[in-house]
Structures are given as structure tokens and as C-alpha cells.
């Protein structure tokens, strides 16, 4: 395994393909919980834990279940299950050790389980160290590595979005932009910035 493949996984899925700023995904719970930078990270930690996990399982179903049995067009069900059974657990992990910071995520919590950037992760896993029925070498590896960056770029841009918007609450700004309107114009300068990543060739 080169240790070159994983520097340009992690520096095309943190900056190039980030799922947020680059790829659009997951930007449900982006603007919803980006407010402050606590509830932020702690939102961006849960959704690294739930794409490395879910990235091992599914590359573990994917192998040994869907492509010897033939049904790889199970892929999408069986995906969803697996993250939904990982949401569970994070949110009765939070649920019982942090109840203020569970009750500050509400609804965001829960919609981790149809969050398209984890399943997205576990679909580029299964797309990227596959072909049909062939396994890549080390695609066990890779894919942790990548799911484990994926979850970290999305960390990242919950982190600089949440630090954006605390400054601007000091600030005062037209009514009209308050809050989400205001959220998304961040959100597309953010996505412009990002762009200049996109020049970096491996």
C-alpha cells in the first residue's frame, strides 16, 4: 500500500471533493446546526464516527454478502440499514451522556440516518475500490481511510461555518438576511473559496 494514495484521499476528500462545499450533500443539518461552534463540532464528530463505521461494515457487506450472492442491487438498502443502525447508537450515546446537546440537535440528530453524505461516502466506497466483481488491493484500507476524510471534511466546514456565523451575530446586518438567508450566502462564498482546490492534479 503507497502511502501516496492515502495523502491524496485525504487531501481530495477534506479540500478537492468535499461533500459539503464541493459535492452539495448533507446540508441539511449544515445550516441547521452551524449556529455555534460546540454544537457544530460535536455534530461533525458524530457524522465522522458514523461515516468510518459505516464505511467498514459496508465494504464488509459489500464483498462478502451482495457480490457473492450476486444482488449488488441491494447496495442502496442495505447501505441505508447499516448507517441507520449507527445513527441509533450515536443518538442514545448523546442522548444519555450530553441530554442539552441531544435536545439542541432536535430533528438534526435523527436525519444523520437519510443524510446523502454518509450514504454518498459508502456508494463512492463501494464505486471507487470495485470494479463488478474484482476487489482492489488494500480497498479495505482506502475505503476507511476515505470514509474516516470524508467525515473530517464535513467537520471541517461545520467548524469554519459555525466560527463565520458567531462573528456575524456581533454584527449587524439587514433583517432580510438574518440567519438562513444570510447562512446560504456564506455557504456559496465558502463553495467558491473551496473551488480553487479543484486545480490540484495527483
Known amino acids: 500500500m503507497d502511502a501516496s494514495q492515502l495523502i491524496m484521499i485525504f487531501i481530495s476528500m477534506v479540500f478537492i471533493n468535499n461533500f459539503i462545499l464541493s459535492k452539495f450533500l448533507g446540508l441539511c443539518s449544515f445550516i441547521g446546526v452551524s449556529k455555534e461552534t460546540g454544537p457544530a463540532m460535536s455534530m461533525g464528530l458524530a457524522v465522522t464516527f458514523v461515516t468510518t463505521m459505516s464505511s467498514i461494515i459496508t465494504w464488509l457487506i459489500y464483498r462478502f454478502v451482495l457480490i457473492p450472492f450476486d444482488i449488488t442491487y441491494m447496495r442502496t438498502i442495505s447501505f441505508i440499514l447499516v448507517i441507520a443502525t449507527?445513527?441509533?447508537?450515536?443518538?442514545?450515546?448523546?442522548?444519555?451522556?450530553?441530554?442539552h446537546l441531544y435536545k439542541f440537535f432536535g430533528i438534526y440528530l435523527?436525519?444523520?440516518t437519510v443524510?446523502?453524505?454518509?450514504?454518498?461516502?459508502?456508494?463512492?466506497?463501494?464505486?471507487?475500490?470495485?470494479?463488478?466483481?474484482?476487489?482492489?488491493?488494500?480497498?479495505?484500507?482506502?475505503?476507511v481511510v476515505q470514509?474516516?476524510?470524508?467525515?473530517?471534511?464535513?467537520?471541517?466546514?461545520?467548524l469554519l461555518m459555525s466560527g463565520i456565523r458567531e462573528r456575524l451575530e456581533l454584527v449587524r446586518?439587514?433583517?432580510?438576511?438574518k440567519d438562513v438567508?444570510?447562512?446560504?450566502?456564506?455557504?456559496?462564498?465558502?463553495?467558491?473559496?473551496?473551488?480553487?482546490?479543484?486545480?490540484?492534479?495527483?
Do not use: D, H, W
Open 86 to 99: 449507527f445513527v441509533q447508537l450515536v443518538e442514545m450515546f448523546i442522548r444519555k451522556t450530553s441530554p
Open 110 to 112: 435523527p436525519l444523520i
Open 115 to 143: 443524510n446523502c453524505a454518509v450514504l454518498g461516502v459508502a456508494v463512492l466506497n463501494s464505486e471507487t475500490f470495485f470494479s463488478g466483481s474484482r476487489i482492489m488491493p488494500g480497498s479495505f484500507i482506502f475505503s
Open 147 to 158: 470514509g474516516f476524510f470524508a467525515g473530517a471534511g464535513y467537520c471541517l466546514a461545520m
Open 173 to 177: 446586518v439587514p433583517r432580510s438576511f
Open 181 to 202: 438567508p444570510l447562512a446560504f450566502v456564506i455557504a456559496s462564498l465558502m463553495s467558491l473559496a473551496f473551488m480553487g482546490f479543484s486545480g490540484f492534479k495527483f
